[in-house]
T-cell receptor, first 115, second 112 residues
Framework: GAVVSQHPSRVICKSGTSVKIECRSL??????MFWYRQFPKQSLMLMAT?????????EQGVEKDKFLINHASLTLSTLTVTSAHPEDSSFYIC???????????FGSGTRLTVV | KQEVTQIPAALSVPEGENLVLNCSFT??????LQWFRQDPGKGLTSLLL?????REQTSGRLNASLDKSSGRSTLYIAASQPGDSATYLC???????????FGKGTKLTVNP
């Protein structure tokens, strides 16, 4: 079946630094990748949608200059949290789609803690 | 704006019991509905996907139904096992950009 690899699984960083999270589709071409954020006991909230080779579309309230998304190839998307602050601490998870609304494959998530 | 609600928020049952998880959504114009399982600190595992034209889907001990007109879906788990303990998430695809809207989930605990 389709597999999406997400790294790192956990990261602790100092306030003010940047963190990059990678999401790779291992056995299929992901035309679209989605980035979600999940706070404790809350729903997954969509942050942005990215299509290979084009700029990401951000959801309302998500700062595009703070959460940089790059989708340079059909198998790799990255999310960079710039100038991280403690309030950015959360569980970040990506998902990938090959198109057609036939289902979504999720990565294993990244637990970000900003100290 | 689509809103997805899952009831109950938490459920604890003895092993072997059959159970039903509920999901409701406010906008019936959906493309599909998907049930996921999430283990603590982990990603999501897709369980069942129901297209808007379908009424139900089955996989092993799991059966999901969809009543689009009333904005409801149920996930039925037969003969529950401790290994079924996890948070179960319901999500709807609005179509168009394939964005998913998630409920907050139901945390299931199956006691041996």
């Amino acid at each position: 079946g389709a597999v999406v690899s997400q790294h790192p699984s956990r990261v602790i960083c100092k306030s003010g630094t940047s963190v990059k999270i990678e999401c790779r589709s291992l056995d299929f071409q992901a035309t679209t990748m989605f980035w979600y954020r999940q706070f404790p006991k809350q729903s997954l909230m969509l942050m942005a949608t990215s299509n290979e080779g084009s700029k990401a579309t951000y959801e309302q309230g998500v700062e595009k200059d703070k959460f940089l998304i790059n989708h340079a190839s059909l198998t790799l998307s990255t999310l960079t949290v710039t100038s991280a602050h403690p309030e950015d601490s959360s569980f970040y998870i990506c998902s990938a789609s090959s198109g057609g609304h036939y289902g979504y494959t999720f990565g294993s998530g990244t637990r970000l803690t900003v100290v | 704006k689509q809103e997805v609600t899952q009831i109950p928020a938490a459920l604890s049952v003895p092993e072997g019991e059959n159970l039903v998880l509920n999901c409701s959504f406010t906008d019936s114009a959906i493309y599909n509905l998907q049930w996921f399982r999430q283990d603590p600190g982990k990603g999501l595992t897709s369980l069942l996907l129901i297209q808007s034209s379908q009424r139900e889907q089955t996989s092993g001990r799991l059966n999901a139904s969809l009543d689009k007109s009333s904005g409801r879906s149920t996930l039925y788990i037969a003969a529950s096992q401790p290994g079924d303990s996890a948070t179960y998430l319901c999500a709807v695809d609005q179509g168009g950009s394939e964005k998913l809207v998630f409920g907050k989930g139901t945390k299931l605990t199956v006691n041996p």
